[in-house]
């Protein structure tokens, strides 16, 4: 599996924007970039995934870059619920259930 | 809507005892997954299965066996539990979005080897 690069942590603001980077030098062409967040005592929730283009839904963002050798996650006006581990993963297009390899992540604190 | 659903939630064992873990999931899924969690580290792998009478070896499987004998559950067992096991250990299940292989979790059952 192509590793990912994440910062231990990150500290932001209530209501401002965050940016979580992930770098993944070695991504391959048929690797999408997936997204899980994980909140205190709770199991990991899907945030966001992409391939190639930008992508918004109505949790977040995700801004990959052209070479997609690094991607962003933007959560756009974080709130004190967004304090959580931000997991970015690769996984191959091919089908089938390809095992999802969890690195250390990056936990983010929301100060009110 | 109940998702995927761990019993129990919490569970306190001695040296060498067994027991199983139970995942149920409502949502047609055809693969399912177990994982474990150690207190500041990242989620590891231990079994999945890609369809019903299927089952594979994760990242550390050794020390558990799983079964998937009906679709929609997900069974992890422990023969002989050792101090080791104690961890949170969470189950998912996932299906096919926009291209893509996605996972929803379970809460989490927390597990404590004596």
């Known amino acids: 599996d192509a590793k990912t690069t994440q910062p231990n942590s990150m500290e932001s603001n209530e209501e401002e924007p965050v940016h979580l980077p992930c770098n993944h030098s070695?991504?391959?062409?048929?690797?999408?970039i997936h997204w899980y967040r994980q909140l205190p005592s709770q199991g990991p929730e899907y945030v966001i995934h992409?391939?190639?283009s930008n992508v918004n839904n109505r949790m977040a963002s995700l801004a990959i870059a052209e070479d997609r050798k690094s991607s962003t996650l933007i959560l756009h006006r974080a709130t004190l619920r967004d304090a959580a581990v931000y997991y970015c993963?690769?996984?191959?297009?091919?089908?089938?259930?390809?095992?999802?390899?969890f690195g250390q992540g990056t936990r983010l604190t929301i100060n009110p | 809507n109940a998702g995927v659903t761990q019993t129990p939630k919490f569970r306190v064992l001695k040296t060498g005892q067994s027991m199983t873990l139970l995942c149920a999931q409502d949502?047609?899924?055809?693969?399912m997954y177990w994982y474990r969690q150690d207190p500041g580290m990242g989620l590891r792998l231990i079994h999945y299965s890609v369809g019903e009478g299927t089952t594979a070896k994760g990242e550390v499987p050794d020390g558990y066996n799983v079964s998937r004998l009906k679709k929609q559950n997900f069974l992890l067992g422990l023969e002989s539990a050792a101090p080791s096991q104690t961890s949170v250990y969470f189950c998912?299940?996932?299906?096919?979005?926009?291209?893509?292989?996605?996972?929803?979790f379970g809460a989490g059952s927390r597990l404590t080897v004596l």
């Open positions: 992409g391939l190639t």
């Open positions: 949502m047609n899924h055809e693969y």
């Open positions: 993963i690769l996984r191959p297009i091919i089908q089938g259930a390809q095992k999802l390899v």
């Open positions: 070695t991504i391959s062409g048929t690797d999408y």
């Open positions: 998912a299940s996932s299906t096919w979005r926009s291209g893509a292989n996605v996972l929803t």
